[in-house]
């Protein structure tokens, strides 16, 4: 089936009336409010984009009994947030399960000797068994920050990750937390992630964002020389060693990075993030709760930046330097004159082979929107795209991006999703580790999205290269015209077989 699906409307909301259908009328009535076709309105975006209406509730409460695939706020907070702050220990305060899924999962590179002064791969758990729901883990959750610190000395402090039943039993993290950081001199964080609150781990991020506000801003005397051109990369997680190819582009336009958070961070670089002039925010719904804390404290500004390929890198790049003046904008110029070579010989290379390919993302709360362009730059196109747990104004966003006539879904069921990419059969779906296995089972080529496939970084002119190299590897591998279903292949006569 070849259809020009950017302006095929008609296909796509024939598709979520036959999906629905399938539903009881109120579980239908409640998901149509979530399922849309992107449309143009007279608005015209930055750069002179038409922006489309991604027009779809959002941040809503799943169906119970539906499979979606969300995470909760304890992912949130320690999975994103917390958990690649390298030189702290995160505990995950509740029974293993927890811990043990959350472990070092998502790739947050990191520099440092792990067991020493980094401790981002390994897994802290105060494993909760049935008589420490009864009584309480209290007394438990400080043993064992007293064996952290016996074990792991050089540590700078510690979280605890609260997991579903320590807000059932009314565990006081926060009593505790006092305790054992003025016995030890240090930063101990209380973190009420409780997986149940929210609808999603969104609600973590928040959580964890004021964590950070109100358990670290302030509490520790900070020495250190501020510059001009000081800037904190805020919300960047450092997959596959993305925030550093970010800090290469940054440094090299002339800025200073005094902060990486939460990816390769330190906590010594979340303490002095308000005496920076600019944060730079790459993952907005998780983060931006800080951004605008700092900005209303701290008189600090905020604003988005996206490295994924060069057309948005660039307009990112001049976007930062005109906020610094001339002589920051004059060596953005040479920075992305510098790397125009290489955008050409990216594009010679893979467009041939990518050119006219469509595209289905589902991602978290970032790349649906931050990657389009991305492909683009090779001649891809974007038939649909949702988030799972983004809110109202993360699609406002999208519109900038998206084609009148994009497929957007918003907490797709796992059943939607797969009739989506069945009915549509794009050439490349984009999503989680979920996902990937029954979508390649279709016969449709997969790439993971959360964690870049062990491959990366996306993020700058280098890691643009590398993504064409990924995304040319997964479309034109030559293992796709091999496949067929038995059902489908045709047999040899009975007779034929018998001579052989």
């Not at 598709?15 to 998901?31: D, E, F, G």
């Not at 002095?272 to 790459?282: G, S, V």
Request: aromatic share 10%; with cysteine.
């Amino acid at each position: 089936m070849s259809l020009d699906y950017e302006n095929d409307s008609a296909l796509h909301e024939e598709l979520i009336t036959q999906v629905l259908s399938q539903y009881p009328h109120k579980a239908a009535k409640r998901r149509q409010k979530h399922l849309s076709v992107a449309t143009d309105r007279e608005e015209v975006g930055e750069e002179g984009l038409t922006i489309s209406e991604c027009d779809v509730k959002s941040n809503i409460k799943s169906i119970p009994g539906v499979m979606t695939i969300r995470g909760c706020a304890y992912a949130g907070s320690k999975g994103v947030v917390w958990g690649p702050v390298k030189d702290m220990v995160h505990v995950s305060h509740g029974p293993v399960g927890c811990g043990q899924y959350s472990w070092s999962q998502r790739r947050n590179y990191y520099v440092g000797t792990t067991g020493v002064d980094t401790f981002v791969t390994m897994q802290f758990t105060s494993d909760f068994q049935e008589k420490d729901i009864v009584f309480g883990g209290d007394k438990k959750l400080e043993k064992i920050i007293d064996e952290i610190e016996e074990l792991f000395p050089l540590n700078k402090g510690l979280t605890i990750q609260s997991e579903c039943p320590i807000g059932l039993i009314g565990d006081d993290i926060e009593a505790v937390s006092r305790k054992k950081a003025k016995e030890y001199e240090k930063t101990i964080v209380p973190v009420r992630c409780e997986g149940f609150r929210g609808v999603s781990q969104s609600l973590g991020h928040h959580i964890a964002n004021d964590a950070i506000r109100d358990w670290v801003f302030g509490k520790a005397e900070v020495e250190f020389e501020t510059g001009a051109y000081d800037v904190n990369v805020v919300g960047d997680y450092n997959i596959g060693g993305d925030a550093w190819a970010s800090r290469i582009l940054l440094e090299e336009i002339g800025l200073r990075v005094v902060g990486n958070w939460s990816g390769d961070a330190t906590l010594a670089e979340v303490e002095r993030a308000p005496k920076a002039k600019l944060n730079l925010i790459h993952c907005y719904r998780s983060m931006n709760y800080i951004c605008r804390h700092m900005e209303e404290k701290y008189g600090i500004p905020w604003m988005e930046y996206n490295f994924f390929g060069p057309s948005q890198i660039e307009a990112s790049l001049r976007k930062i330097a005109k906020h610094f003046g001339p002589a920051i904008e004059e060596r953005a110029e040479r920075v992305i004159a510098k790397y125009q070579p290489l955008v050409d010989d990216v594009v010679d290379k893979y467009w041939p082979r990518l050119q006219g390919k469509r595209v289905m993302l589902y991602v978290g709360g970032l790349r649906p929107r931050h990657v389009v362009t991305a492909y683009e730059d090779l001649g891809m196109q974007i038939v649909g795209t949702g988030y799972e747990f983004a809110h109202n104004d993360d699609y406002q966003r999208t519109g900038h991006y998206v084609k009148k006539g994009t497929l957007i879904y918003d907490d797709a069921t796992s059943y939607e999703l797969d009739k989506f990419i069945e009915r549509i059969r794009p050439d490349l779906v984009g999503s989680g580790i979920k996902e990937k296995y029954p979508v390649q089972k279709m016969g449709i080529p997969f790439r993971q999205m959360h964690s870049w496939d062990y491959s990366g970084p996306y993020h700058g002119y280098d890691g643009f290269a590398i993504f064409a190299r990924d995304m040319d590897l997964a479309i034109n591998n030559p293992v796709w015209d091999l496949y067929d279903a038995p059902w489908k292949k045709v047999r040899a006569p009975a007779a034929a077989v018998a001579a052989e």
